[in-house]
């Protein structure tokens, strides 16, 4: 397998991870740029001839194109873009991929940059793992807990006691959380 096939390949696993997570918009961007991007502008060269690992397991380089373009969308430098990403409705795939490679030559010098940095994601999930410690840590030592973390997906797992928590057959956190953690 190629190096480009096994980068398109982890676009493709990445836009899966994305659409089963309920992340529609990144999954249906992930899935475009791995099909669509070429060796015509710096970051889709440096992207599909990328010598580590490209997954999410390596160096995440699917997830640092698509904070690439978070970013610039968040800026609002590239309006086109901007109106793209939610709260917005999602977009028709055929808009959001020309877009999506416009931007990316627009804007290849500031992209190449953010490729240089894995990505920072703000998954709630990893509190379904650390809060059952948590509790058992609660439990034997009767104390409050406080946590203090850097780099914790933007203060997201700073708040576990504000999850809901299906575990196994036990219910946990807090009932009336709109965000229900239910892992395998």
Known sequence: MTTETRIRDSFAVQAHRCEKLGSPFTARLLEGLGAN????????????????????????????????????ARRGKYPDLTKLYPPNTLPNTGTLDRVALETIKNADADIMGWLDHPPQTNEVARSAILYPGLMQIAAETGLPLSLYEIGCSAGLNLIPDRYTYRLAGLKAGQACSPVVLAPD
């Open 37 to 72: 991007l070429d060796h015509a502008t710096m970051s889709g060269h440096r992207i599909l001839t990328w010598q580590g690992r490209p997954d999410a397991l390596g160096d995440a380089v699917e997830l640092r194109l698509a904070g690439a373009l978070h970013g610039l």
